[in-house]
């Protein structure tokens, strides 16, 4: 299979910029050390994630009632998620469409008027979502299969592009695609995450790239109507910003003590 994230990576200013965000990222981890990382670290960066995944899906909740299991059910299942995140990364690569569904399975919950549907890729017969603002409209089934087949036989695939790259681009095509009736952003967001870890970049889930893209939440929309429908250049000003992200992501590690 042709690896498809190669050329991605190899788009203009995409090099340097995957490398000065992964930079940011070692910084953080080789100062601190990784074996003095405990797991106190990873699960605070998980829940300040959830609560700025779900902010940008339309929480109101505050960060102290998210953190006292007081939130509304976006901030919840955005919580929810962060307690089967980490064991979920070896088959971030193995597994992909499994591990979206038990994404959308924990997401959910609370958001659907039947529990048939947690996990429930979409088909023809439903209607198509509309859950992530100012996006254009979801692909039909058919074309959501098609694409979501092939991005989850890629990650299956030897690559050469960064985890960066790759982590970007599951996040863009989740959210385009919207392969189920809600929650797509959550898991969008957190299938991103996913695929850092699993390829190493943070490997122990210290840094916090949704709140990246909460900072950069008035480009959100744009950047990902630009991936979907403005080419070459779309999606290099997509990749582009999630090594911003990436950056901030790693500004905003509680190893760091400022957030």
Do not use: K
């Amino acid at each position: 299979m042709t690896d498809v994230f190669a050329p991605l990576a190899g788009l203009e200013g995409v090099g340097s910029s995957v490398r000065a965000a992964r930079d940011a990222v070692d910084v953080l981890l080789r100062d601190r050390g990784l074996r003095r990382i405990s797991s106190d670290v990873t699960t605070e960066a998980l829940l300040l994630g959830a609560h700025a995944s779900a902010a940008l899906a339309g929480s109101t909740s505050p960060l102290d009632d998210v953190r006292r299991g007081e939130g509304d059910a976006l901030s919840a299942g955005a919580v929810r998620m962060t307690t089967e995140l980490m064991s979920m990364a070896p088959q971030a690569d193995t597994a992909p469409v499994q591990v979206w569904t038990r994404l959308h399975q924990l997401a959910a919950v609370g958001m659907v008027a039947d529990e048939a549907e947690l996990g429930h890729l979409r088909t023809a017969r439903e209607s198509v979502p509309d859950d992530i603002e100012g996006l254009p409209p979801a692909p039909g089934a058919d074309e959501m299969w098609e694409r979501l087949s092939g991005l989850a036989r890629a990650l299956t695939e030897p690559t050469t592009a960064p985890a960066i790259v790759v982590a970007a681009i599951v996040h863009a095509e989740l959210a385009i695609l919207r392969p189920f009736g809600t929650a797509n952003g959550l898991v969008a967001r957190a299938a991103e995450r996913l695929v850092l870890v699993a390829r190493g970049t943070d490997p122990l889930g210290a840094t916090v790239p949704e709140l990246g893209h909460q900072e950069l939440a008035g480009s959100y929309a744009q950047g990902l109507r630009d991936y979907a429908t403005g080419g070459v250049a779309g999606v290099r000003d997509w990749l582009l910003r999630a090594c911003e992200v990436v950056t901030l992501g790693a500004e905003r590690s509680p190893l760091t003590g400022d957030r």
